[in-house]
């Protein structure tokens, strides 16, 4: 999803199990999946098909919830590119609710999903990176060195918190329903730029929105918004379990009317 709003494409992260990820390494097989990204949405969609399977949940969308709390969140410019297309795409769309998502947890589903994947990391890639650490980036280092401390106590408080974000995720995006908020509250970081305060921001306010799908292991797209200072935007749908083709094909009904090629 983050790179596909970073550079103007279509992206999904899939409901979670519905597509085989059989000789992917493992990281944090709660939470791993695997997405694609097309240029166009007729593409896009038929990747879906070929690649989607186990348990589909078809149904029309009938509501349509705006996550206003996402959308505040991010930066001036993504959030009024992200108004100006939900106008401009509105005749698709049931008449949305305003609705905060996430609210005042927003750092404690996002510190949940750094405990989770992180102690899950510790029996998966940890043992070979910690072996290799000599040859890794420094940035990189230690984020494994920071995954590596996270204890049981933690990844417990984590397993908890997820549990309740999916509970609330999953009782609002039922089958007919989706959340729709920015892919990402901010531009995309300035090429080479160190390693430093900046880009740990960066990453933590971009895990923060992840972080939903990824919890609640909801499929979400995301879709070409246009620009804000001349970098693209992404605005994403969060759907229901199994709703992967839905998303899909919302998509595809919504690419005409952003201008791009039918």
């Not at 519905?18 to 944090?28: L, Q, S």
């Not at 166009?40 to 969308?61: Q, Y």
């Not at 804000?228 to 690419?255: H, K, N």
């Amino acid at each position: 999803r983050v790179p596909a709003a970073f550079c103007g494409l279509y992206g999904l992260r899939p409901t979670h199990g519905r597509i085989d990820i059989e000789g992917v390494t493992p990281m944090a097989p709660s939470y791993d999946t695997v997405g694609f990204l097309a240029g166009d949405a007729k593409l896009f969609r038929e990747v879906g098909r070929v690649l989607l399977n186990g348990a589909r949940v078809d149904a029309p969308l009938q509501r349509l919830i705006i996550a206003q709390d996402m959308v505040s969140r991010s930066e001036a410019s993504i959030d009024e590119e992200v108004w100006r297309v939900l106008h401009r795409i509105d005749r698709a769309l049931p008449v949305p609710e305003h609705m905060d998502v996430v609210g005042e947890e927003f750092d404690t589903w996002r510190n949940a999903f750094r405990f989770n994947q992180g102690f899950e990391l510790q029996s998966t890639l940890m043992p070979f990176a910690l072996a290799h650490a000599d040859g890794l980036p420094p940035a990189i280092r230690e984020r494994f060195e920071i995954a590596a401390r996270i204890t049981p106590d933690e990844a417990k408080t984590g397993r908890e918190i997820r549990a309740e974000v999916r509970k609330r995720l999953h009782g609002l995006a039922t089958p007919g329903t989706m959340i729709v908020m920015p892919t990402t509250p901010t531009l995309p970081p300035e090429r080479d730029i160190p390693d430093g305060a900046s880009t740990v921001e960066f990453r933590a306010m971009t895990l923060g929105s992840t972080c939903l799908a990824g919890h609640a292991g909801l499929p979400q797209i995301s879709i070409p918004a246009g620009l804000a200072a001349g970098c693209p935007v992404g605005l994403s749908f969060i759907g229901w379990e199994g709703g992967d083709e839905a998303l899909l094909d919302l998509a595809v009904r919504l690419e005409p009317l952003l201008g791009r090629k039918p």
